[in-house]
């Protein structure tokens, strides 16, 4: 990308918006990535609008970023433009049973949003490491709930910065799949719709659910959440586990002793020994039992190993 295309997003956006080279390891909950291109953090809906008319423009390839949770970026780095969603978008306001917060929210935000406001439904997000954008995109769920259980409608922008309002029953949303995604839509925002509850009930809930995280899945290290998707009929840790990978570990990245679904950075981990590592898991956990693990994490730029499963 030459310069002069880089300093139109200095011009469109400002200078204090615009980031040139910008590791993505400090941007991913893997804490992992080498450099983005051009990182942008665009601070209204008319920016990202400018934003996707130079990508479009001048035919270059950008990815939407929230907190960064469920992606793995190539030690390369990325040749285009991230588009940052979660620093300037994370608007929350609720109106009696319902919930509008923009695409950069966090959900343990919105969730603590609901607890102030005595509002049930949400419990089940609150410990989920993402912004609502990615929840919305990937149907995100845990503990019995899903985004599809909670939401009214989404606000999207087409790639050709389009705005349009796509209400709940529209959104075909399935297992970390919805129309957002098989369109690539971006979201902007969302309305989440709750019921009245009991203050102390949602709080014990709450508690409960924060517990079992906590006591299950190795928070204490940097992961990118669930490395595999639920295999139909199986649980795709236990059936790690059950190969015998537990703690298994090629560079810096291992299989969690805690809970074989999570590979984590147990130490300045490359993204191509967490290629590697998936890659070996798959084949022990197909070999032994015929079960084909497919990745939940994305991936992003180019990777030395193919990591197309």
């Not at 990508?55 to 588009?83: A, M, P, T």
């Not at 295999?231 to 809970?259: N, T, W």
């Amino acid at each position: 990308m030459n310069e002069q295309i880089k300093q139109k997003f200095c011009q469109e956006l400002g200078e204090e918006q615009v980031l040139f080279e910008e590791p993505m390891k400090r941007h991913t909950t893997f804490r992992i990535g080498g450099p983005a291109e051009v990182f942008v953090m665009p601070r209204t809906i008319e920016e990202i609008q400018k934003t996707l008319e130079i990508c479009r423009r001048e035919k270059l390839s950008y990815f939407i970023l929230g907190n960064g949770s469920n992606l793995l970026v190539s030690d390369q780095g990325y040749k285009g433009v991230i588009i940052q969603m979660d620093r300037n978008m994370e608007q929350i306001t609720v109106e009696g049973t319902e919930i509008r917060a923009a695409a950069g929210a966090l959900l343990s935000s919105i969730a603590v949003a609901a607890r102030r406001a005595s509002l049930t439904g949400f419990e089940f997000a609150g410990g989920i490491p993402g912004t609502l954008g990615g929840a919305v995109v990937m149907n995100a769920g845990a503990y019995g709930g899903e985004m599809k259980d909670v939401l009214k409608d989404v606000t999207v922008m087409t790639g050709e910065g389009e705005v349009r309002v796509i209400p709940a029953a529209k959104l075909e949303m399935g297992y970390r799949t919805s129309i957002i995604k098989k369109a690539g839509y971006l979201v902007l925002g969302a309305t989440i719709s709750l019921k009245e509850g009991n203050l102390e009930e949602i709080k014990t809930l709450t508690r409960e659910l924060r517990e079992k995280r906590t006591s299950k899945q190795p928070l204490e290290f940097p992961s990118a959440g669930s490395t595999f998707k639920r295999p139909e009929g199986y649980f795709a840790g236990k059936l790690i586990m059950d190969s015998g990978l537990r703690g298994c570990q090629i560079g810096g990245a291992r299989v969690s002793d805690k809970h074989c679904g999570f590979v984590i950075n147990a130490g300045d981990a490359t993204a191509e020994d967490v290629v590697s590592l998936m890659k070996h898991v798959t084949e022990v956990v197909r070999e032994k039992y015929g079960v084909t693990l497919e990745p939940e994490v994305k991936f992003l730029g180019e990777f030395d190993k193919k990591c197309d499963w």
